[in-house]
């Protein structure tokens, strides 16, 4: 038996889409075991989250495809599998739980195939199957990171640890939006001010980071490329991204594509919190509230 570890993440954080991640102290655990005399090539256990108990239990769930996308690429047979999964990240949340999946996959074929994966082989691998690099390097990585796709498609990612004086709320409303859903209210072009907007914005964050500034947070996590465009996907995210500035709130987004909300506190996490979910409320919509620290070490052998 094998097991692998992954945290959730958020990623985006406002005006980094595509590119920013922060992995979360929730997780999916994967022991997979070697089963060569039997019948089926995959069966899988699930525990966890409620929404889990509907995820397929066979060769079509996403980590054994994962896995089989992975061997394939390495010209390696994987054997039957036992896929025994416990998972804490709510599904089409907005918390990289898709993300986690497929870098779970991936480690395990490499492990269980004996093959030696590296870090970067296994992040072009899953950002090919997931299609962008920003929840994956999270999960692989750990803390904080930004990524870019590079001219031949190989990812190029870069991470730091969290500062442990920031913390994260996340408030989840109890409605799923799949990531394909939400990608579909994106405009296929934008104009130049936005670009630039979200631009300087991005900029502002990593130096406010690296400077400890955590005042400007609030004005680097403002965006133009994806929010406003997705707000009107749940009753309640257009009024939650609109909040004022209040003691110990540094800045909110979109959690990915949502409909999670994220906020980066120093203080006053249980209020925040409730404002956020008071939003949805009002939609009668109830939330889940999460207080969370950032996982600095993403992907880990069990």
Known sequence: ??????????SNLGPGFDCFGLALKLYLTVRVTSMPTASEQCRVATTGATENE???????????????????????????????????????SGLGSSAAAIVAGIKLAGLITERELSDGVIQNYAT???????????????????SCISNDGT???????????IRVVVVSPHVQLPTHVARAALPSTISRD???????????FTSALAQQRYDLLWEAMRDRLHQPQRESLVPGLA????????????????????????ALVDDNEEEIGARIASCFSKHRIESAIRRLDADNDGCRVI
């Open 1 to 10: 038996m094998i097991g692998v570890r992954l945290p959730a993440s958020t």
């Open 54 to 92: 509907a995820l397929p239990r066979n060769a079509i769930n996403l980590i054994y495809r994962a896995m089989t996308f992975a061997a394939r690429r390495e010209g390696a047979v994987l054997p039957p599998v036992d896929l025994v999964v416990h998972n804490e990240i709510p599904l089409a």
């Open 128 to 146: 090919e199957f997931e299609g962008h690099p920003d929840n994956v390097a999270a999960a692989l990585y750990g803390g904080f990171s930004s």
């Open 155 to 165: 990812v190029v990612s870069i991470r730091f640890d969290w500062p442990s004086q």
């Open 194 to 204: 936005d670009a630039v907007h979200n631009l300087q914005r991005t900029a502002l």
């Open 239 to 262: 009024e939650a991204l609109a909040l004022p500035r209040m003691q110990g709130l540094l800045g909110i987004a979109l959690s990915g594509a949502g409909p999670s909300l994220v």
